[in-house]
């Protein structure tokens, strides 16, 4: 199915970010680095921001010596 969310309303917009986000599914988040080498990573903590532009964030944490996870090097470098 595509959906275009151009087309949709704001409140058909919130419904389908709803029901994209509870219950709470692992969110897949797709990023590549400055060369082009793609990482693929699952994410909880993750929401609704808004349906008018589709938004939705997620929260990215470091490792437990401060190292910053590939997810969000990647989106630093790009």
Same mark, same amino acid.
């Given at each position: 199915?595509?959906?275009?969310?151009?087309?949709?309303?704001?409140?058909?917009?919130?419904?389908?970010?709803?029901?994209?986000? %509870?219950?709470?599914?692992?969110?897949? %988040?797709?990023?590549?680095?400055?060369?082009?080498?793609?990482?693929?990573?699952?994410?909880?903590?993750?929401?609704?921001?808004?349906?008018?532009?589709?938004? %939705?964030?997620?929260? %990215?944490?470091?490792?437990?010596?401060?190292?910053?996870?590939?997810?969000?090097?990647?989106?630093?470098?790009?």
């Amino acid at each position: 199915m595509k959906i275009d969310p151009g087309t949709l309303t704001a409140q058909d917009a919130s419904h389908l970010l709803l029901d994209i986000v %509870v219950p709470r599914p692992i969110a897949w %988040v797709s990023t590549s680095d400055g060369r082009g080498v793609f990482n693929l990573a699952p994410f909880s903590a993750y929401g609704m921001i808004c349906s008018k532009p589709m938004v %939705v964030g997620f929260s %990215v944490s470091t490792y437990r010596d401060g190292k910053k996870k590939d997810t969000i090097l990647n989106i630093e470098a790009t």
